[in-house]
């Protein structure tokens, strides 16, 4: 099955694309028969509208990957698992410009950063996990001599997965993939505003020979389809990436049947940039790491600390580097800066830098609204931040740095441990020494060293504190998505 949708056409006199559910390998309305409008956040015009999930649906989805699970996916030879999720990598690959091109729409991401960033991150994520499919694996443990002693690694089974739309098909694979590989089965929710990609990689999945019901997908309201799959008896976990309010929410929810549960939360990492740096790279890193995907990262560096000596400098040089990026058409390979993802978070953003003005700091450039249509915001650079202000403590989730002055290595690691986050940090300086000295005492689950936002499947990524539990990538992912029993076999009767 193989289903290619115009999303290019959305003049209102043309005929907007219906998505629906995916519920065991079929596509359905939802059964109260409602669907919701997803807009491209550059133009704010509609380009589908998409069933919406209730209750019911995810019942209905919920019993899918149950059967499922007990049925043709467990009982599949790991290897040939393996194989379906490549051949769902080699269909990314052939619809790649496609999937690009939906992704960019829906979210109003730079189109050149999908094709870079988005699309071969979620593709590397889903063939390293195919290939872990068939190596994993327990141990023989030595206990007594007339006992053989062994673990096997099940997996935990039918698994919620929920996720935000500031990267909607990245995020989402990070969490499909090793969940499929260690045999569990899925129902996914992704976010109201970026519903598409998931879609797709569903009918994608399905071509690739994934049977049905093992991954379902049912967009809708957070505070339905969410809480429904939260509360969910028949849900063994919940994997999800999002805000830490919501993250308390599915805690609390999971406690029901005491559900395995991973929390991606917030962040508002710290760029360290000492005096001794190469101020040159680490102001264009420090730039990149707040302003791509307009600020919409979990890891952003919205705080860039700068030490005394080169304050002014580091400053001067960010609010150039911001006034330098080419916002605009996200279909334009050369656009860097696109839109934020709604009307309500624009106005979240405004606020915040009202707010920072208020609160005496200083805007060197940007912060107000581009054009009239689209969610664009300029973005913005905030001088004689104090560690105290809200614009420093709070995630602002946009384009927004804050640039903080520090003193020395103590005054550093105060202020970049002094949130509730404890997510990224980056540290920039030519001493070796310093920046290991920096790495210790950095509450973060990632420390980037002369570099910023680096991820790769293969580095657990994850964070503590309001950023969350429980470690995505790698082979410490898969720990999250099975359970080891443990074998003991007499070996005299
Ligand atoms: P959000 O928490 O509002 O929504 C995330 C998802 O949860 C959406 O699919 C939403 O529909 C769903 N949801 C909402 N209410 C729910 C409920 N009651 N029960 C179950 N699910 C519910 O967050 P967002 O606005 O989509 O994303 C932005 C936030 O996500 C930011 O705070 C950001 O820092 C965080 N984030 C973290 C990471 C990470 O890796 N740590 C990555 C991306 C985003």
């Not at 071509?207 to 049905?212: D, Q, R, S, V, Y």
């Not at 919940?238 to 029901?256: E, K, Q």
Request: hydrophobic residues 40%.
């Amino acid at each position: 099955m193989s289903i290619a949708y115009d999303y290019h056409n959305t003049t209102t006199t043309a005929a907007i694309p219906h998505k629906q559910l995916l519920i065991d390998g079929q596509h359905v309305e939802s059964v109260s028969g409602r669907s919701f409008k997803t807009l491209n956040p550059a133009t704010e015009q509609v380009i589908a509208t998409i069933s919406e999930g209730n209750e019911v649906d995810v019942d209905r989805a919920v019993a899918a990957a149950r059967r499922a699970f007990e049925g043709p996916w467990s009982t599949m030879r790991a290897a040939e698992r393996g194989h379906i999720l490549f051949r769902l990598a080699d269909l990314m690959k052939q619809h790649a410009d496609e999937l690009a091109e939906l992704e960019s729409r829906d979210a109003g991401k730079p189109i050149a950063a999908v094709l870079r960033q988005d699309l071969p991150s979620a593709i590397d994520t889903l063939t390293y996990y195919a290939g872990w499919a068939d190596k994993i694996s327990g141990d023989v443990v030595s206990t007594r001599p007339d006992a053989l002693t062994y673990t096997v690694r099940e997996p935990v089974g039918v698994v919620a997965v929920i996720v935000p739309w500031n990267f909607p098909l990245m995020i989402g694979m990070w969490k499909l993939a090793p969940a499929l590989a260690c045999g569990c089965t899925i129902v996914m929710k992704p976010a109201e505003l970026t519903s598409l990609s998931a879609l797709r990689i569903g009918e994608l999945a399905l071509e690739a020979g994934l049977p049905p019901g093992v991954l379902n997908i049912v967009p809708g309201p957070g505070r339905v389809v969410g809480d429904a799959l939260v509360n969910h008896p028949d849900v063994d976990k919940v994997t999800f990436t999002g805000s830490p309010g919501v993250g308390r929410g599915i805690l609390r929810g999971a406690a029901g049947n005491f559900k395995r549960v991973s929390l991606e939360l917030g962040g508002k990492s710290a760029n360290v940039i000492f005096d001794d740096a190469n101020l040159d790279a680490a102001t264009k890193a420090a730039a990149a790491g707040i302003f791509f995907n307009a600020g919409q990262v979990c890891s952003a560096g919205s705080r860039v600390l700068a030490q005394e000596a080169v304050y002014d400098e580091v400053v001067e040089r960010l609010t150039a580097r911001a006034e330098a990026l080419r916002i605009g058409d996200t279909a334009d390979k050369g656009t860097a800066l696109g839109p934020v993802i709604s009307e309500k978070q624009m106005k979240s953003i405004l606020d915040y830098v009202d707010i920072g003005e208020k609160e005496g700091a200083t805007l060197t450039t940007g912060g107000r609204r581009v054009g009239d249509r689209g969610y664009y915001i300029s973005p913005a650079v905030f001088a004689n931040v104090a560690h105290e202000m809200r614009i420093s403590q709070e995630e602002i989730f946009g384009p927004v740095v804050s640039v903080i002055k520090f003193r020395d290595e103590a005054d550093a690691a105060r202020i970049a441990n002094g949130t509730a986050y404890s997510l990224a940090a980056g540290v920039w300086s030519r001493d070796i020494g310093r920046t290991q000295r920096f790495v210790k005492k950095a509450n973060a689950g990632t420390v980037w060293i002369n570099t910023y936002g680096y991820t790769d499947v293969r580095l657990p990524w994850g964070g503590a504190r309001d950023s969350g539990f429980g470690r995505e990538h790698g082979s410490q992912a898969l720990e999250t998505f099975t359970e080891p029993k443990s074998v003991w076999m007499n070996l005299n009767v």
